[in-house]
């Protein structure tokens, strides 16, 4: 696999990073203690990326799963794409496929397990929904 950092990066303590596919780190990435990041397909991450501790990012299943009479019935591996200026919050997991527009902000123990579309939306809960827009992370 590959890793791509396209400027300054924090990763703290205890992260852990497994790639088989490619993951590519925006500019002014910074990411608290004990994500983790695997990649078998994509993982992209925009400039300004804010993810908080304890996150899970993975593009794919692991495993695949067939039906009674051999087909196979899940896709394994799709790539996943976070948008700029987006701020994860704790224990969050975001799902093969999803895509995070720019600037939206996930609460946290979210589970992301469809793509969130638009900008400076807040998005939450098990599944991960809307819950407001118009807003916007306070920089840091």
């Given at each position: 696999?590959?890793?791509?950092?396209?400027?300054?990066?924090?990763?703290?303590?205890?992260?852990?990073?497994?790639?088989?596919?490619?993951?590519?780190?925006?500019?002014?990435?910074?990411?608290?203690?004990?994500?983790?990041?695997?990649?078998r397909?994509?993982?992209?991450?925009?400039?300004?990326?804010?993810?908080?501790?304890?996150?899970?990012?993975?593009?794919?299943?692991f495993?695949?799963?067939?039906?009674?009479?051999?087909?196979?019935?899940?896709?394994?591996n799709k790539?996943?794409?976070?948008?700029?200026?987006?701020?994860?919050?704790?224990?969050?997991?975001?799902?093969?496929?999803?895509?995070?527009?720019?600037?939206?902000?996930?609460?946290?123990?979210?589970?992301?397990?469809?793509?969130?579309s638009?900008?400076?939306?807040?998005?939450?809960?098990?599944?991960?929904?809307?819950?407001?827009?118009?807003a916007?992370?306070?920089?840091?």
């Amino acid at each position: 696999g590959s890793i791509e950092f396209k400027g300054t990066a924090r990763i703290t303590h205890g992260c852990k990073i497994r790639c088989n596919g490619k993951i590519v780190f925006g500019s002014d990435f910074l990411s608290s203690p004990e994500c983790y990041f695997v990649s078998r397909s994509s993982i992209s991450i925009g400039d300004r990326a804010r993810i908080s501790w304890n996150t899970q990012i993975c593009d794919g299943d692991f495993h695949a799963i067939e039906d009674l009479q051999g087909n196979q019935i899940n896709t394994i591996n799709k790539p996943i794409i976070i948008g700029h200026g987006v701020w994860i919050g704790n224990h969050v997991k975001i799902c093969k496929g999803v895509v995070i527009g720019n600037f939206n902000i996930v609460a946290q123990s979210s589970v992301v397990t469809k793509s969130i579309s638009g900008e400076n939306q807040i998005i939450g809960g098990f599944p991960a929904k809307f819950i407001k827009g118009n807003a916007r992370r306070i920089r840091d």
